[in-house]
């Protein structure tokens, strides 16, 4: 009786959070468009003899991993894709969060985590790609995002894209950046919510440098979760946080100083994250829209439902290169009940498709989603 009194309520999933205006469909136009732009001149903005991505353009390494959805998960958290227990091959792609390819000390320790899981049943959301069997994970090295609204993203993505040129002007540079950042480019005074997002960029100078396969991934934005909504996280098992040897980074001693300390961990042993879900309890504490405030684990813990393991495995010095940077990901090859929800989240729909489909174009590479993990990995597939 005094478990049914207690048992904690859940926010039920509501549609109203993928809905958008007439403004918002023209300002996604506007992101894609500079998204494009950049793209078409990321090899010279890099000094490299490819295009990139429009973020996360360096990759670390792309290792064979396997996916474990766990049996017996509390009926709330399995849902959708966790619905079912059971072990999928999977593939990951580790990378700086920058949108150039420079030497490490030049980019900063904000880092991505991409999962790709095979045989997943059920129609998926991103556009022409309904049958696909894979379902896709974006996560970032820090809990909150630098922005809110499709309406402010218009421009601040253009300001993400050309953050190395501010920094590498030092303190001047730094100037410039609040100035645009807080007044968009000058034409309006500073807002509450220019503020807020500028704290929130500032957040991702501060994250502590150290191995890659320590740091905690998250979704940042919110997603739905069958019959309710929710956050992701990947965070590193305390059993292989214990095997990591190699944790001192040195960003200033040789130009590539994180890909080699992954690398070598994963020649020498496997490595796992748990896949935890934090359910919204509360909108007031946890807001669905705003994706710049962090939802406490005091208010609403995280629980796993499934285990990422990264298997000890042969990797070449350049961490699986042609793979890693032709595999596409989008947190949209998902199914229905596992969709990304909130304002700015939608306009991610169309802003991955278009920069995977102009970055593949431009390197002259066909476009084409694996369907198995041995077929990534085929010399012939990319």
């Known amino acids: 009786m005094l478990k049914k009194l207690f048992k904690p309520k859940y926010v039920p999933y509501d549609p109203k959070y993928i809905e958008l205006n007439a403004e918002d469909e023209k300002n996604i136009r506007t992101i894609t468009d500079d998204i494009k732009s950049y793209i078409a001149r990321s090899d010279k903005a890099s000094n490299i003899d490819y295009h990139t991505r429009d973020a996360h353009a360096k990759g670390y390494c792309a290792l064979k991993a396997k996916f474990e959805i766990l ?34 000390r030049k980019l900063g320790f904000a880092q991505g985590l991409a999962i790709k899981v095979f045989d997943v049943p059920g129609k998926k959301l991103a556009p022409g790609e309904e049958d696909s069997t894979t379902f896709d994970y974006n996560f970032i090295n820090h809990p909150v995002f630098f922005c809110n609204r499709i309406e402010e993203y218009t421009y601040l993505s253009r300001l993400f894209l050309e953050l190395p040129k501010y920094t590498e002007k ?4 730094k100037a410039q950046l609040a100035f645009n950042w807080l007044t968009n480019y000058g034409s309006r005074l500073p807002t509450k919510e220019s503020i807020k997002t500028f704290k929130a960029i500032g957040g991702f100078t501060r994250i502590e440098p150290k191995n890659t396969l320590l740091y905690d991934f998250h979704s940042q934005g919110v997603v739905r979760h069958g019959d309710y909504m929710a956050k992701i996280r990947a965070t590193p098992t305390a059993a292989s946080v214990k095997k990591v ?59 796993t439902v499934a285990r990422l393991t990264l298997p000890c495995q042969d990797v070449p010095d350049d961490g699986n290169f042609e793979i890693m940077e032709n595999l596409s990901f989008t947190p949209f090859r998902c199914l229905e009940e596992n969709r990304p929800i909130g304002n700015l989240q939608q ?34 597939f990319f």
């Open 170 to 173: 030092g303190a001047i540079g």
């Open 347 to 380: 306009s991610r729909l169309k802003a991955y498709q278009v920069a995977s489909e102009t970055r593949h174009k431009l390197n002259d590479v066909k476009r084409r989603e694996p369907k198995s993990l041995k077929e990534t990995f085929a010399k012939s």
């Open 245 to 303: 040897t190699r944790r001192d980074v040195d960003v200033d001693a040789r130009e590539e100083a994180l890909r080699p300390l992954i690398v070598e961990e994963i020649r020498e042993h496997d490595y796992q994250f748990d896949i935890q879900i934090q359910l919204c309890r509360n909108l007031k504490k946890q807001p669905i829209e705003e994706i710049t405030t962090q939802w406490q684990e005091s208010d609403t813990p995280f629980v």
């Open 71 to 104: 049996d017996d998960i509390p009926k709330e958290y399995a849902q959708g894709l966790y619905a079912k227990a059971g072990i999928h091959d999977a593939v990951i792609r580790l990378s700086n969060g920058s949108s150039r390819v420079f030497a490490d």
